[in-house]
């Protein structure tokens, strides 16, 4: 609506299931027929069709990226966090609370997905070179049941976890789970995006930081770029 003024106007296409990169193909090509100038393509699983992408370009349609950069596609821009940085900036606050040694875990959605990887990644090394604990990386395929059921698997399989970084979302249904599980007061959480069912469980000292990563500034910086 913001855009209308301009005389821009929006086509929106959702894909059910995120992780079938033929739904995805097929959203791309409704798209093109509908003879767009432009896309905001955000790939919440690891998109392997650089190829689609190189198409849009030669057919003169640009591409910018939100969630996750893809290396080697033909993009006009990337627009999202440092990675790197962030996963740097959970062990700052995971290190306040942490003792030398003590275990931890870093959920994220999908392994395989750039953005996830490198949070995780960077995480793990900063945690084992600043108080020698190891952080072990899962997977919750960024689903919330998942997420949960993950939670008290850990936490029953190691009772010794003292801390999980929620890189990606869900972290609501893993302070669930801590409670459920009875370990309020043993484990704590990192998560990331602020969300309002959150604070009950920062008001518990459940949560000990949550990183915002400005979804709504970065969609306008996406647009912008476009």
Not at 13 to 24: A, F, K, R, V
Not at 84 to 104: F, I, N, R, W, Y
Not at 170 to 181: E, G, L, M, T, Y
Request: proline residues 3%; negative net charge; charged residues 25%.
């Amino acid at each position: 609506e913001s855009l209308s003024d301009y005389k821009v106007h929006a086509e929106f296409c959702n894909c059910p299931l995120y992780s079938d990169e033929q739904q995805i193909l097929e959203c791309l090509h409704k798209l093109v027929e509908k003879d767009v100038n432009g896309i905001l393509f955000g790939p919440f699983h690891h998109f392997t069709r650089v190829d689609e992408l190189a198409k849009l370009e030669s057919k003169g349609i640009p591409v910018v990226l939100l969630l996750s950069d893809i290396h080697g596609s033909k993009r006009l821009a990337y627009v999202g966090v440092d990675a790197v940085l962030s996963g740097k900036t959970a062990a700052d606050l995971a290190v306040m609370t942490l003792k030398p040694g003590e275990q931890c875990a870093v959920f994220v959605g999908n392994k395989d997905f750039e953005e996830h990887r490198a949070k995780a990644e960077s995480f793990a090394n900063q945690i084992w070179e600043r108080c020698g604990s190891k952080a072990t990386i899962y997977e919750t395929q960024d689903d919330s049941e998942l997420a949960y059921h993950l939670t008290v698997t850990r936490l029953t399989l190691n009772p010794h976890l003292r801390l999980i970084y929620v890189a990606t979302a869900n972290s609501v249904p893993v302070c669930k789970a801590i409670c459920d599980c009875g370990k309020a007061n043993e484990v704590k959480v990192i998560a990331t995006d602020v969300w309002t069912e959150l604070k009950e469980y920062v008001e518990q000292g459940i949560v000990i930081g949550a990183l915002d990563q400005h979804m709504a500034e970065q969609g306008d910086i996406a647009v912008k770029t476009l």
